[in-house]
């Protein structure tokens, strides 16, 4: 697995990191993107696609606080109106799974932030 992170910018949010996990085995939960917050951070959207159909975890200093599924679209997005607030040392990390046996797999995923 080859994991790659990158950081820009956009017009009104901020994309303040970018993930990709790359030959992901079937039925192994793998993390695609994990964020350290060095100061309070009010996340606005966080957006993740793959190759296969899909379990994305959200999760929170370890705690699991969320969970999406890809369909046929094969993306999908939680987007917070009121801002998910990442305190200062708080650990995100973005999880998938997979079930598509025998295919290693491509995983992408995107945190935004608030202006």
Known sequence: MV??????SQNELNLIKYAEAENVPSSTLT???TYTATADTYISLITCSGQDYAKFELYIDTILIATKRT????NTEWNY???LL???GSILDIKVTHYYTGDLSKFEAALYASN
């Open 3 to 8: 994991a790659h992170s990158y950081q820009i």
């Open 81 to 83: 109106s009121n801002p």
């Open 71 to 74: 369909g046929p679209k094969r």
């Open 86 to 88: 990442l305190s200062a």
């Open 31 to 33: 993390t695609i993107l």
